[in-house]
């Protein structure tokens, strides 16, 4: 049975860095695997793409801020995050086993997810 949780998730200033990892169980890479995140007030918005061959698709708002990588050996998916901003601030969620037919920033697209981790960007 897949499991994911997240870590790293924390308190920082504007312009400041954070580093998110997914521990992950079970078969997990042989599908595409995603960040998301979610605010209060707002619906839930695909962060981060990584596809199998480690190919990554990035939200506008994060692109050239934000790295997602992935270690097969170790099963665990990181988010590199810099140059953090108020508006990052969000509950950030790990998502598994990619489903055809979904866009990759489509939460309905996914089987299996984590609890969270909080980031709170303060100005």
């Known amino acids: 049975q897949v499991q994911l949780v997240e870590s790293g998730g924390g308190s920082v200033q504007a312009g400041g860095s954070l580093r998110l990892s997914c521990a992950a169980s079970?078969?997990?890479?042989?599908?595409?695997m995603a960040w998301f995140r979610r605010a209060p007030g707002k619906v839930r918005e695909g962060v981060a793409a990584?596809?199998?061959?480690?190919?990554?698709t990035y939200a506008d708002s994060v692109k050239g801020r934000f790295t997602i990588s992935k270690d097969n050996a170790k099963n665990t998916l990181s988010l590199q995050m810099d140059s953090l901003k108020p508006e990052d601030t969000a509950r950030y969620y790990c998502?598994?086993?990619?489903?055809?037919?979904?866009?990759?920033?489509?939460?309905?697209?996914?089987?299996?997810w984590g609890q969270g981790t909080q980031v709170t960007v303060s100005s």
């Open positions: 998502a598994a086993g990619h489903r055809g037919g979904y866009s990759y920033t489509d939460p309905y697209g996914y089987d299996f």
């Open positions: 079970g078969y997990t890479y042989s599908r595409p």
């Open positions: 990584i596809e199998i061959d480690a190919t990554p």
